[in-house]
């Protein structure tokens, strides 16, 4: 008996567990010693699907041979630390468990399906988001990628290899995106719209445009004690500034998202005074203009705090992409299949943004009651997944039959 997307659920998390406690996921390129990878590879071969890992290890589970026009939906397993259960395999669970309900009513493909799962989406390890379907699309030079770092100072390319992927080979891959005749994925919904429009399952319209900035500040470590409060250039102290302003000026900028989420002093001990401070901001809005405007005014702010404190500042750009607007003659067709379900956009970032570049895509949402994402309290109603799984696979079911 097919157990459905909770029950697929239910598996990620028991496999998976630690996939979003704790410390920084592990699981970018981790698939070589991430419990999911089997767990996933099982769950497909059960399925009959035949799973292939991409040069830059996505995961590709296929009904049929890989070939034009396939169908592709899917997500990611990946989390961001102390994240929640839905974000990301709510997506995965929901391919495998429309699989099954278009197994149940004997459904032949009449084109090539697929169920993919991207690496790293959240780039909660090597610190770029969306980075197994940058890759794919070619939205990363490889070896800028090659040489990203993790927080133990591990390159990707060591990680990949670790996965039994060679690094040489990453980047894009035309002949995977040419299989691609269109894109859906679905996603627990980061908000609380199908809330309050009272319905299970959405269309998404578009996606912020959204980067990362990292900001070090370098200034002179020394005592706590020894120190006299006049003889300082305490580099936490100019972050501290930028974190308010990043707050101030993400309010000033209508439909902004400004946020600092991650502040790592360098060393850190309570009883020193830092030589150097990191600080992440994560910048997003409708359009460019209005995402460079917070970026540039927080970087100004940052930069008066830090000449105050007599401290140096670097700023580097980890990510950027521009606003998305998903494929509008696919959402129809998937509005007239599904019947009048909402559309509307979301602010969070995910793959079929980065693939909406390539190819037709669209995105189905499921209902979160609590609207929370990226923390435990994230949430979606067992009837309102089962409902998420049905409408995929009503999708899928309609794609695949011409
Ligand atoms: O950050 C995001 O918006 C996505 O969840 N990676
Ligand atoms: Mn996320
Ligand atoms: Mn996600
Ligand atoms: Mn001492």
Known sequence: MAEGATGLLAGIERVGMDRRRGGFSRHGFDYAEMELREWFSEQADRRGLDVR??????????????????????????????????????????????????????????????VVVFAEEEGGRFGVPCLGSRLLTGGIVPKDAARLMDGNGMTLAEAMSGAGLDPQRIGRDGEALRHIGCFVELHVEQGRGLVELDAPVGLATSILAHGRWRL???????????????????????????????????????????????????????????????????????????????????????????????????VVEESYGGPVTFDEGLRRTLSATLGDVPALPTGAGHDAGILAAEVPTAMLFVRNPTGVSHAPAEHAEPADCEAGARALATVLGHLTST
Do not use: Y
């Open 53 to 114: 890992p991409d040069r830059n290890g996505n995961l590709w589970a296929w009904w049929g041979p890989p070939g034009p026009n396939a169908i592709v939906t899917g997500s990611h397993l990946d989390s961001v630390p102390g994240g929640g259960a839905f974000d990301g395999p709510l997506g995965v669970a929901s391919a495998l468990a429309a699989v099954d309900l278009l197994r149940a009513r004997d459904h032949v493909p009449r084109r090539p399906l697929a």
């Open 216 to 314: 070090t500040f370098f200034g002179e470590g020394n005592h706590a004690g020894a120190t006299p409060m006049s003889d300082r250039r305490d580099p936490l102290v100019p972050a501290a500034r930028t974190v308010l302003a990043a707050r101030r000026i993400g309010e000033s900028v209508p439909g902004a998202r400004a946020t600092v989420g991650r502040l790592s002093p360098n060393p850190g001990g309570t009883n020193v005074i830092s030589s150097s401070a990191d600080l992440w901001l994560d910048a997003r809005a409708a359009d460019d203009a209005a995402t460079r405007a917070v970026v540039e005014q927080v970087t100004a702010a940052a930069k008066d705090a830090a000449a105050d404190e007599g401290c140096e500042l670097l």
